[in-house]
T-cell receptor
Framework: EPEVTQTPSHQVTQMGQEVILRCVPI?????FYWYRQILGQKVEFLVS????????KSEIFDDQFSVERPDGSNFTLKIRSTKLEDSAMYFCASSVAGSYEQYFGPGTRLTVT | QKEVEQNSGPLSVPEGAIASLNCTYSDRGSQSFFWYRQYSGKSPELIMS????GDKEDGRFTAQLNKASQYVSLLIRDSQPSDSATYLCAVRSNAGGTSYGKLTFGQGTILTVHP
């Protein structure tokens, strides 16, 4: 069964550094999302992406964040200058046209020191 | 602020029993509702979606939706120890009827099924 994949599974970075989290959505899916989950807290929406542009973003998704679909398969989340409070699990999700169901990848654990 | 509320539990049930998980939401315009299962340290796994009032059954799982009461529930019949996980209720914003509406999640209910 097709799955969303994410790399790396764990990323450790120093405060102020840039990180890029990578996702490969399910191949026939057209809608892409990033969510994050701080340890012990709710899953929170960051951004949705369709047709090579951001559809919707949350207040968390400030100028330090950006998303890109650099080719036909990858979907990336960039954090330009990481802060301690960016430490969280970051989940990529995707959905197919005509369905509201979102399927999540395994996540990237980001640790900012 | 659109909220999704769940009893965080933990909910403990014996093996073979019915587990009942509940969720309320504040946005009356919400149209799509989902239950995800999340094992510790893992990602959310979609187990049920429901869009219309009433019940929807899939194997041992039944989702129930009451839009008038802004309430959605999940019943797990014949609970197994492998069902022990956190169950997340998620509500999709009605973003103009398009498929890219964000999901708003509840805190999750921790379910423990003991042998």
């Amino acid at each position: 069964e097709p799955e969303v994949t994410q790399t790396p599974s764990h990323q450790v970075t120093q405060m102020g550094q840039e990180v890029i989290l990578r996702c490969v959505p399910i191949s026939n899916h057209l809608y892409f999302y990033w969510y994050r989950q701080i340890l012990g807290q709710k899953v929170e929406f960051l951004v949705s992406f369709y047709n090579n542009e951001i559809s919707e973003k949350s207040e968390i998704f400030d100028d330090q964040f950006s998303v890109e679909r650099p080719d036909g398969s990858n979907f990336t989340l960039k954090i330009r200058s990481t802060k301690l409070e960016d430490s969280a699990m970051y989940f990529c999700a995707s959905s197919v046209a005509g369905s509201y169901e979102q399927y999540f990848g395994p996540g990237t654990r980001l640790t900012v020191t | 602020q659109k909220e999704v509320e769940q009893n965080s539990g933990p909910l403990s049930v014996p093996e073979g029993a019915i587990a009942s998980l509940n969720c309320t939401y504040s946005d009356r315009g919400s149209q799509s509702f989902f239950w995800y299962r999340q094992y510790s340290g893992k990602s959310p796994e979609l187990i049920m979606s429901i869009y219309s009032n009433g019940d929807k059954e899939d194997g041992r799982f039944t989702a129930q939706l009451n839009k008038a009461s802004q309430y959605v529930s999940l019943l797990i019949r014949d609970s197994q120890p492998s069902d022990s996980a956190t169950y997340l209720c998620a509500v999709r914003s009605n973003a103009g009827g398009t498929s890219y509406g964000k999901l708003t999640f509840g805190q999750g209910t921790i379910l423990t099924v003991h042998p």
